[in-house]
Every structure is written in C-alpha cells, then in structure tokens.
C-alpha cells in the first residue's frame, strides 16, 4: 500500500516557475515508478512524467526542456520542477505510483494516486 500526498500547487505568471512536491509512504515506495498528470476542467487526465527505480524518466513532449522529474528515496519524496510555464499548462496536478514505466504512463493502469494540487498560470 502506498499513500501520496501533493503540495506546491499555486498561481504563477506565465513565464515563472513552480515546484510540486509529493510525499509518499508504505515501504514499496522506494520500488514504485513514480509519475505526475494533470487534467484541466473538460479534458481528461494526461500523463505529465515518471521516473523510475532507479532514476530512468519519462516525458511528455509538450512539457520536456521545461519538466524536470526527480525523487529521493530517502524522503520518500517525489518532485516536479516547472520551469517556463505556460497558461495552458494550467491543471490540477496528480501524484501516481505504479509498478512499470508502462503502467504509469496510462490513468486506468495506476495504482495509487495523490489528492491533486492546483497549478494556475496566468497570462
């Protein structure tokens, strides 16, 4: 069993940066492939980036050069750096766990998710 829990969400301008944070507990954290989604109101979930044990990652095309994925086992911790962000990256951000870099790349093929955090970027 693994429990995540997002912060770091907010309201940024556009151009400005954010770092979301995800703390997760359950001593398969360490083992788990660890990811970020977003969904904005009216579109489904969309899968933003993972990274895996040890330290393979995995992007998005619309977020890579801006997204940096990275985790430390010894927090149990899981963050995404935002840079250059952009009002259409607005969304309320998920935490997700899985046991593949396959599995977390698709929403129904998750097993564990965070309670989300928003992320506003302005115009």
């Known amino acids: 069993q693994v429990q995540l829990v997002e912060s770091g969400g907010g309201l940024v301008q556009g151009g400005g940066s954010l770092r979301l944070s995800c703390v997760g507990s359950?001593?398969?954290?360490?083992?788990?492939?660890m990811g970020w989604f977003r969904q904005a109101p009216g579109k489904e979930r969309e899968f933003v980036a993972a990274?895996?044990?040890?330290?393979?990652?995995r992007y998005v095309e619309s977020v890579k050069g801006r997204f940096t994925i990275s985790r430390d086992n010894a927090k149990n911790t899981v963050n995404l750096q935002m840079n250059s962000l952009k009002p259409e990256d607005t969304a309320v951000y998920y935490c997700?766990?899985?046991?593949?870099?396959?599995?977390?790349?698709?929403?129904?093929?998750?097993?564990?998710w965070g309670q989300g955090t928003q992320v506003t970027v302005s115009s």
């Open positions: 997700a766990a899985s046991s593949s870099i396959d599995r977390i790349t698709t929403p129904s093929r998750v097993d564990y």
């Open positions: 359950g001593r398969t954290f360490r083992y788990s492939t």
């Open positions: 990274i895996t044990w040890p330290d393979s990652t």
